[in-house]
């Protein structure tokens, strides 16, 4: 008979629930990312799916609700982390890293559907915003307590 020693207020590591709090974060950026992209060009807001948009103000508008969606979404990867908030939110930014530098990558070198700087804001900006949603889920722990 073995028994599992845990020291008094820690919780043993949960693997499932971690990938899950990641993963629910990243699939909270990605759908409603696309979700305001698609209600953006439906409303002609946006040029239709596949042709170039150069305009320096759309452009703008989209990097600032996904830097918005990606704080939303490192916090929700906070909330939900069995434990350690801050590092499922950072793992959440080094997920978002990754995926956007071969995206950035392919879209810089083998397609024109709009400026450079834009994928590359993306790939700086995955981080920063992670690790600003595990502060905010931070702050609002302390001030709940």
Not at 24 to 30: A, H, S
Not at 35 to 64: C, I
Not at 91 to 106: D, K, M, N, R, T
Request: aromatic content about 12%.
């Amino acid at each position: 008979m073995t028994m599992q020693a845990t020291a008094m207020g820690t919780q043993p590591r949960n693997l499932w629930r971690s990938t899950g709090a990641v993963l629910l974060g990243f699939f909270t950026v990605v759908v409603i990312s696309l979700g305001t992209d698609e209600v953006l060009h439906l409303l002609k807001v946006y040029p239709p799916w596949g042709q170039p948009m150069f305009e320096p103000r759309l452009n703008l508008l989209a990097l600032s609700y996904r830097i918005v969606y990606s704080v939303i979404g490192s916090y929700i990867a906070a909330r939900f982390a069995p434990r350690n908030p801050m590092r499922h939110a950072l793992v959440l930014g080094i997920v978002g890293f990754v995926v956007s530098v071969p995206g950035a990558i392919f879209i810089i070198t083998h397609t024109n559907l709009g400026p450079a700087w834009f994928p590359i804001a993306i790939v700086l900006t995955a981080l920063p915003c992670a690790w600003l949603g595990g502060v905010l889920y931070r702050m609002r722990q302390g001030s709940a307590a």
